[in-house]
C-alpha cells in the first residue's frame, strides 16, 4: 500500500498546472508589441512630430 501512495504523489507532482500558461504567453506578445511600438516612436518620432505639425498647420488654415 504504501508503494501505491508514493506513486500516486509522484504522479500528481508530475502533473503539472498550466493553468496560467495562456496568460503568461499573451503577456509576453504583448510586452513584445509594446517594445516594438516604442523602438518606433523613438527612431522615427521626430519624423513623426514634423508631418503631425505640418497636418495640424494645414488645418488650420483651412478652418477658421
Known amino acids: 500500500m504504501a508503494l501505491r501512495s508514493k506513486l500516486r ?3 500528481t507532482w508530475l502533473e503539472r498546472d498550466d493553468r496560467g500558461q495562456g496568460l503568461a504567453e499573451y503577456a509576453l506578445i504583448l ?3 509594446a517594445l516594438v511600438a516604442i523602438s518606433a516612436l523613438v527612431f522615427m518620432g521626430t519624423q513623426l512630430s514634423d508631418e503631425l ?5 494645414s488645418v488650420d488654415s483651412v478652418i477658421p
Request: hydrophobic share 65%.
Open 9 to 11: 504523489a509522484l504522479a
Open 31 to 33: 510586452a513584445l508589441i
Open 53 to 57: 505639425s505640418q497636418i495640424g498647420s
